[in-house]
């Protein structure tokens, strides 16, 4: 079978069967090779607890599979029937006010619960059973955008349970897990795991390290629900892949936990979503950003399970796409290292929560311009995609990523404006403006890789961690650290051996001896002989012997003190960050740390143009992108070829071009 890359969520439950022989022409047509069906329809595959009916989705497989349509099946357990919860109400969540959650949306589920996983058992080891030797069946994904609904769920008597045995493993004794939560605050000390709650809500504050390896424990029982399926799909689907469908920095699982069960990672994005900003200035960079992370997940190309088609919303609605918006969004996704794309949905769908999430059809099903539009576009792109299949972005900078420092700063973020992704975007925001790629790469990830780590807000920390650092620098390496870094141990309990950051300060050079949360001002900042502000925080610094300062604040009552300084160490430099640079100091900053890098641009910079470059042995495939309802031109590279695009150089409104270098 040749590499499928363009496909279609489609719902033919929510249609007349009589339908289903046009929408299968129609996608023929239009060049769809793929659906993914079945991920929400556990009442239609079985109806009752002793009745199961895969006649219909057998019908619809058949049929699609006929006009040369495989399909990807989704396990429905981001939906159980209502007789099921009615007969065991102990499956609904309760949330951390001890609510119970109840039936009418989905992921209304206790992802603990017993007899909630030994229903997800029979039908996930039947439907694999059925399906994993069907030819016209490729693939699986086992629920739906995990962790996505849930928050703060679940805090039921069952999930209590797994993390008294989860803290049992982990810790050993009581005593052990006292002194890792510092319970003598508050006479919180525990005699046994059997006395540790679930944190419901409480009077007044929250312990810190009992939030975060709650934190953790739902990651991991969320990687634990994942892997019961995919143990049972393996079974029997021996020639089928195994993916899930993740979103961004979704932050309630560990991502990178989730995608070690899995074949590759896909991804749901949606570049109009009703929820981001409205100028591409506030939102590219964001979407930018969600791609190249999803990809950091498993450090190789993915998929797009869920690409936007039209417009976007539930109860409120985001703008119509423009004409040629659908197109360049798709090809952005293409850029950053997706290997398929798969639009969502097929049909705007009558009924229920997203009636107002558009398809490539409208809710008459008759084709329109979402629909010429996109089939104009994969009839142009196939052939481009089997040339890219398996090229990777290579990045010259890094930047770390971990969900474990965004779970200790939702639990202390200091500054009501302060977020560890808000900050991560900060970065690589600047880096973006500048056409510089970046990888995110996870704290057990390959520094040795980049020229340039960034590596913000390392709040939680650890020998191991703080070792892995000095060896990047020490050879040959050039890493940011910014404030709030060292801060604490894997624990959560604040370092008290010296001063912050801890034994970073060897590679920085600097001790932070104070410092102010910034909660009702900026700060001026002196770079060069420039003035910029900074936000949310400063770092009051000394400076050990051998460190350069490269800018000092310029207001406030440690007006002239150093506030961004550099510090050779072994082979490499070390830069430290003393607060959230503005966007222009921002700016500024990273350009001078990226040239004394060596990390280049891949082309000028020009408003509202994106660049990407995919490659692999052979073939340097470089992208550009015009977000901007209006015509841009760039400085075309010599040595490329253009592929895809009417003339180089020159981009007509929401135009994308692909350039080839053979290498």
């Known amino acids: 079978m040749e590499q499928l890359h363009f496909g279609v969520d489609y719902y033919p439950e929510h249609w007349e069967q009589a339908r289903w022989d046009r929408d299968a022409a129609l996608m023929r047509d239009m060049g769809i090779q793929m659906v993914r069906m079945a991920e929400f329809s556990w009442h239609k595959l079985q109806p009752r607890e002793d009745v199961f009916d895969f006649g219909w989705l057998d019908e619809a497989i058949e049929l699609l599979g006929k006009q040369g349509i495989y399909t990807i099946v989704g396990t429905p357990t981001a939906a159980p029937p209502a007789w099921m919860v009615h007969k065991h109400p102990d499956i609904f969540p309760v949330d951390r006010e001890g609510r ?10 206790c992802q603990s619960n017993p007899t909630y996983r030994s229903y997800i058992r029979k039908l996930v080891a039947k439907m694999a059973e059925h399906y994993g030797q069907n030819p016209y069946v490729i693939g699986w994904q086992p ?28 810790y050993q004794t009581a005593e052990e897990l006292n002194r890792a939560w510092g319970t003598a605050f508050w006479s919180q000390e525990y005699n046994d795991f059997e006395e540790v709650p679930a944190p419901r809500i409480t009077v007044t504050g929250e312990n810190p390290s009992a939030m975060l390896d709650w934190k953790r424990f739902c990651s991991d029982l969320i990687v634990d629900f994942t892997r019961e399926q995919v143990e049972i799909i393996r079974r029997y689907a021996k020639n089928q892949f195994v993916t899930h ?49 999803v990809r950091s997940y498993k450090n190789q190309p993915f998929w797009i399970m869920e690409q936007q088609s039209g417009i976007t919303g539930w109860e409120i609605m985001g703008r119509a796409p423009a004409p040629g918006q659908l197109s360049l969004w798709a090809m952005q996704s293409i850029a950053h290292g997706a290997d398929a ?13 997203e009636q107002y999430w558009h398809g490539i059809l409208p809710h008459s099903g008759n084709p329109g311009r979402r629909y010429e539009e996109l089939q104009d576009f994969i009839h142009e792109v196939n052939p481009l995609m089997e040339k890219l299949h398996g090229s990777m972005p290579q990045a010259q900078v890094g930047i770390v990523f971990s969900f474990e420092q965004e779970y200790a700063f939702q639990i202390q973020p200091h500054h009501k404006d302060l977020s560890y992704t808000g900050q991560v975007q900060k970065y ?16 057990q990830g390959d520094f040795s890789k980049y020229k340039l780590l960034l590596a913000p807000l390392q709040y939680l920390m650890s020998p191991e961690l703080e070792e ?29 051996e010296g001063e912050l950051p801890g034994r970073l300060s060897e590679a920085a050079g600097v001790e932070v001896l104070d410092y102010d949360c910034l909660r009702d001002a900026q700060v001026k900042v002196l770079f060069g002989e420039e003035e910029f502000v900074a936000n949310i925080w400063s770092d009051l610094l000394r400076l ?29 430099v070390c830069y430290y960050v003393g607060t959230e640079p503005g966007e222009a100091l921002m700016d500024r900053l990273l350009a001078q740390i990226c040239k004394n890098a060596g990390a280049e641009p891949i082309l000028p910079p020009v408003t509202d143009v994106e660049c990407m470059v ?49 290498k």
Not at 100 to 109: P, V, Y
Not at 144 to 170: D, I, P, V
Request: negative net charge.
């Open 143 to 170: 629920d739906n955008e995990l962790g996505n609904s849930h928050q703060e769920l679940c805090t039921c008597a069952s999930c209590r349970q797994h993390f008294q045995e989860w803290l049992r493993r982990k």
């Open 428 to 443: 690589y925001r600047a880096l973006y403006e500048q056409n510089i790629p970046a990888d995110f790469v996870p704290e």
């Open 100 to 109: 119970i959650r109840g039936f009418g949306g989905r992921h209304h589920d």
């Open 468 to 496: 892995k650092y000095l060896d990047f620098v020490r050879q040959g390496g050039h890493l940011l650290l910014t404030m709030r870094t060292g801060v604490k141990d894997k624990t959560n309990l604040c370092m008290t």
């Open 245 to 293: 469908n993740y979103m961004g920095f979704a932050d309630k699982v560990d991502y990178y936990k989730l995608g070690e069960l899995l074949d590759f990672v896909s991804h749901d994005q949606y570049p109009g979503g009703f929820y981001l900003p409205e100028t591409p200035h506030e939102r590219n960079h964001i979407l930018a950003a969600t791609l190249d992370v």
């Open 341 to 353: 794309v798969v639009f969502f949905r097929w049909r705007t769908c009558a009924m229920g929560t």
């Open 544 to 572: 050990l012997p051998g460190t350069e300062t490269l800018a000092t604040y310029g207001s406030e009552f440690y007006e002239g003190e150093p506030c961004i300084t550099a510090h050779a160490y072994g082979k490499g």
């Open 614 to 662: 995919r490659e692999n042995d052979r073939e340097r495939f470089l992208f550009v992108l015009n977000h901007a309802g209006e015509t841009r031109s760039y400085q075309a590279p010599e040595g490329y070829r253009l592929l895809k695009g009417q003339q180089a150089g020159n981009l007509r409104p929401y135009e994308a071009q692909v350039l080839l270098m053979e």
